[in-house]
């Protein structure tokens, strides 16, 4: 089975995974998903105050080979089990997801574009870019209503790691983008203009 890979990547609410479902929604049946957060590192070694403090935005934070590896796994049509991330935990959980190879296969992450070792695994990449005010609202609303985080400790570590991160690492790793796409999912001209490109691919 030929597999075109699709990365999407950007900053902490930028509208990757808007974007990542509408390519899931329009390529059911043919398409699969990785998502990079799933690849944080299993923390069971720590302690709660230590995983708390962690910085989540740094590639070190991520189990990049056995993503790389994984990447590789299912390019080559073999399936994956893939980590799960407890996020209200901070730490990997025991259940593990069977992802199967597919002819599309998207790969979604802050720190996609970062590492080399999972850039040369995709065939196209797609960076969503938005404002950082918006940004960070939508990441209020993820962290404290989705995964039971308080507001002071969103703001805390979206000023310690999250925003010098994202300005280190995220947002310079654009330059290697094929295509940069405002407000992802929501650019409903871009989306069309991304879905003609894969069927292109697939057909």
């Not at 070694?45 to 403090?53: K, P, Q």
Request: net charge negative; glycine share 6%.
């Amino acid at each position: 089975m030929s597999c075109f890979t699709v990365g999407v990547a950007g900053g902490t609410g930028s509208g990757k995974t808007t974007l990542t479902r509408a390519l899931l929604d329009r390529f059911s049946g043919q398409s699969s998903v990785v998502f990079m957060d799933n690849y944080y590192k299993d923390q069971s070694h720590l302690t709660w105050d230590e995983r708390v403090v962690t910085n989540y935005d740094a590639p070190e934070a991520f189990d990049v080979e056995l993503m790389a590896e994984h990447l590789r796994q299912l390019r080559a049509g073999q399936a994956i089990d893939c980590p799960v991330y407890n996020f209200a935990e901070h730490n990997r959980a025991a259940e593990t997801i069977r992802v199967e190879p597919s002819p599309v296969l998207v790969i979604e992450g802050i720190l996609l574009f970062a590492l080399p070792e999972l850039t040369e695994q995709l065939d196209l990449k797609l960076f969503v870019d938005t404002d950082a005010d918006v940004r960070i609202l939508r990441r209020i609303q993820r962290d404290v209503v989705e995964r039971g985080r308080s507001l002071a400790s969103v703001e805390e570590q979206y000023l310690k790691t999250v925003k010098p991160m994202h300005e280190l690492y995220v947002d310079p790793s654009k330059r290697s983008a094929d295509l940069i796409i405002p407000e992802g999912g929501r650019n409903i001209v871009a989306l069309d203009t991304l879905i003609n490109r894969i069927e292109r691919e697939v057909s």
